[in-house]
């Protein structure tokens, strides 16, 4: 897993960025990635991505 890969390209927001918020916040929603990192926000063709990256790590 690259941690460096933009994962959303409209607000330029990494994977690593993504993961850290998920673990850091506990979160469980595409929203609260959204909120917290503005991943998402733009475009949404992202959305599907972040609610991958939310699966492998809560399961
Ligand atoms: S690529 Fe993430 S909102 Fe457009």
Same mark, same amino acid.
């Given at each position: 897993m690259d941690r460096n890969e933009t994962i959303c390209n409209c607000m330029?927001?990494?994977r690593?960025?993504?993961i850290d $918020?998920?673990?850091a916040?506990?979160?469980t929603?595409?929203?609260e990635v959204g909120? $917290?990192?503005s991943a998402g926000t733009g475009c949404g063709g992202c959305q599907e991505i972040?609610?991958?990256i939310l699966d492998?790590?809560?399961g």
């Open positions: 330029g927001v990494t690593g960025e993504i $918020a998920i673990t916040g506990g979160l929603t595409v929203d909120e $917290a990192t972040i609610q991958e492998e790590i809560n």
